[in-house]
């Protein structure tokens, strides 16, 4: 509880496994701008990185300048703030900058990775030339709300899918949901998130205490169309209703995904 | 159900208990402006129109002008989309218009109302000069998103609440929770926000099936002062954490009370 509270205070860096090396650590580009910059750092000064896969360590500021930064690293530390689901929100691509609200509330809440996809009711013009850029936005995106909220590890932002592909990945993970409107509404309806994450630990998909893949299908503004809905039942999703009001697409995958983090036990209560 | 998969496509109007007489209800300003000249509405078109407070209903549309619209009262409907919890989100003044993203966002959600309040570590100057405009943009706001939502209820925009004043309402409510960053980091932190909920269920404060009010209460970007936290304490709010990371302002108000629907039935699975 000490390192935590220490920890909260104390500014973080993702970097690549390549630079983080068995004793120093350099950072480079925007972070060691940043450092020198920025946040007016001096040698002696403590932060803590993480390569985002398999360390995270406190180190200590070595040589500064704004391009290049050396750390020591003071203290190996365990990578244990991760959720115990690992959550996918596929996203039915929104329009404007909607599913940057998605990527950067979707990091901080604790999605294991973001997956946008195309689908027929989409309002979007989807425009494949723009892709490497809005990517590369998508993972500086990522890359501050998972160093702002304390994430040890970097969520993945996956190409665009189409429809297709979407359909075709659902059965990697444990469970899969789509959020449909006419689904679950109230505690009458029969099929709302809720239900379907108690159908799923009675019969066993869902254990108790143990590590899960989830995927949390979300659809454009327009919806989903029926076809769609067919296609990805027959697939193995399960329809989920998220209560009695139409929520926005971007409003639907950040209440889906904190009411799974809910569930799996993130916010305490099991 | 047939009615909820109807009424999923019919426009909403909030209307004042006034302008909604026993047999027909009058539509003037904004509301007669969206209806003939953004959705080019004509007579015997039906919308549904609600007071948001007692009574909802199909209406047909008989009279048009831009300025004012009379619809006949073709049948009174219940008025059962509303959550059984009726959350409070009394939210610290962010900066920027992330106020508006947590009224936005959390009509849709299901909130019963917005207390906005000052406290310690406010990063924003208040600024009471701007309050009037303030709060008129904030229940245009709520409106909408109520509209657009299919609420049946307007959810309520309190003044903005001195850290005093705050104080004093915590005891109007059932169960009085706030988030604070110290609190409930995952499985084995002892006060999650699902461990108070829990708490509360045992001790008999939240019962199974019945209708509660919930303050939920978030800090500003700078979090809570001790001084505060022991405050709040003392006027019987519960510390409720929302899991190992840091959630920023608007983040915090927005997965709380997707978890407290969720808690609440609105979901199923209760």
Chains 1, 2 share one sequence.
Not at 77 to 103: H, N, S, Y
Request: proline share 4%; aromatic share 6%; hydrophobic share 40%.
């Amino acid at each position: 509880m000490t390192f935590n509270v220490q920890g909260f205070n104390m500014q973080r860096y993702f970097v690549t496994p390549e630079q983080f090396g068995e004793l120093t650590v350099v950072l480079r580009g925007e972070d060691a701008h940043h450092m020198v910059k920025v946040m007016r750092m001096k040698s002696g000064d403590e932060v803590i990185v993480t390569d985002g896969v398999s360390r995270e360590a406190r180190v200590a500021l070595k040589e500064l300048t704004p391009s290049e930064v050396t750390a020591e690293v003071v203290e190996e530390l365990p990578m244990d703030r991760e959720p115990l689901w690992q959550v996918t929100v596929a996203q039915g691509l929104p329009k404007g900058d909607k599913m940057e609200l998605v990527i950067q509330k979707g990091t901080e809440l604790g999605a294991a990775a973001f997956l946008p996809f195309q689908s027929e009711r989409m309002v979007v013009q989807y425009d494949a030339r723009k892709e490497a850029k809005r990517l590369e936005r998508w993972s500086r995106i990522v890359k501050e709300a998972a160093e702002q909220s304390h994430r040890s590890r970097l969520p993945a932002v996956h190409e665009v899918h189409s429809w297709k592909q979407l359909i075709a990945a659902v059965a990697d993970y444990d469970l899969a949901l789509f959020c449909y409107e006419a689904e679950g509404h109230g505690p009458s309806g029969a099929s709302g998130l809720g239900d379907r994450i108690r159908q799923a630990r009675e019969s066993g998909v869902l254990k108790e205490g143990e590590p899960h893949s989830v995927l949390l299908v979300v659809g454009p503004e327009g919806g989903f169309s029926a076809r769609e809905a067919e296609e990805i039942q027959g697939a193995g999703a399960m329809a989920a209703g998220l209560g009695r009001r139409i929520l926005r697409a971007e409003t639907a995958g950040l209440a889906g995904l904190a009411a799974l983090m809910y569930e799996s036990g993130e916010m305490g209560g099991r």
